[in-house]
């Protein structure tokens, strides 16, 4: 049985898995000052705790390459939406990527409404989108109000964001993994 779950070391300290140790470093002292119990402005004993594992992970070359064995693994078993020639061949698919990424931001703030965004890395890796074609969409997303960036660093959908998706169809047309008329979404435990 292929393994489906994984915390997200990347996502976490919100660099690159391509990230050298000079950047996942530099990123954790910026992020590990940030959420220091002690910073009694932003604290957060809780996501510090994330930081350190994250950090002490990808920091090390052999648990690096452990970790990135698991997560290319968990990597291949997300579905994908689009393949690179078909998000960037055509105009028309600017519309499908859209959808899709309202989509799949209206599902995580219906998952979990206090927490409602996803990182930008993983709809990159998820909608398996170019970088510079996603910053595009992002933009134009943002622009009309229809998402916006959380405190967190996430992006989620906001209520227009919501009516909009509707407007354009719903969550089920963006395509075959998205809900389909009938599905329920799990509520989190």
Same mark, same amino acid.
């Given at each position: ?14 660099? *690159?898995?391509? /990230?050298?140790? !000079? ?9 590990? #000052?940030?959420?220091?119990?002690? #910073? &009694? ?11 350190? =594992? ?11 390459? =452990?970790?990135?064995?698991?997560? +290319?693994?968990?990597?291949? =078993?997300?579905?994908?939406?689009? #393949?690179? !020639? *078909?998000?960037? *061949?055509?105009?028309? #698919?600017? /519309?499908?990527?859209?959808? /899709?990424?309202? *989509? ?5 703030? &219906?998952?979990?409404?206090? +927490?409602? $965004?996803? $990182? ?24 009309? $109000? ?6 967190? %660093? ?6 227009? $964001? ?6 354009? %169809? ?11 008329? %009938?599905? =329920? ?5």
């Amino acid at each position: 049985m292929p393994e489906t779950t994984l915390p997200d070391y990347y996502e976490i300290l919100q660099v *690159s898995p391509r /990230a050298d140790q !000079e950047t996942i470093e530099r990123v954790f002292r910026h992020l590990a #000052n940030r959420y220091h119990p002690d #910073n &009694r402005e932003s604290g957060n004993a809780d996501k510090f705790a994330e930081l350190v =594992t994250a950090h002490d992970i990808l920091s090390d070359p052999a648990q690096r390459a =452990t970790y990135d064995v698991r997560y +290319e693994r968990v990597r291949e =078993t997300h579905w994908k939406i689009f #393949n690179q !020639e *078909s998000a960037t *061949s055509e105009i028309s #698919n600017d /519309a499908r990527i859209r959808l /899709a990424i309202l *989509s799949l931001l209206y599902v995580a703030r &219906r998952n979990d409404v206090s +927490e409602p $965004g996803i $990182g930008i890395i993983e709809l990159e890796r998820v909608l398996n989108v170019p970088e510079n074609v996603l910053e595009f969409q992002m933009w134009y997303l943002r622009e009309n $109000g229809w998402v916006e960036r959380l405190v967190s %660093g996430h992006i989620a959908i906001t209520a227009p $964001g919501v009516d909009k998706l509707f407007e354009l %169809g719903g969550p089920y047309k963006a395509g075959p993994h998205l809900l389909q008329p %009938g599905d =329920t979404v799990e509520e989190p435990a």
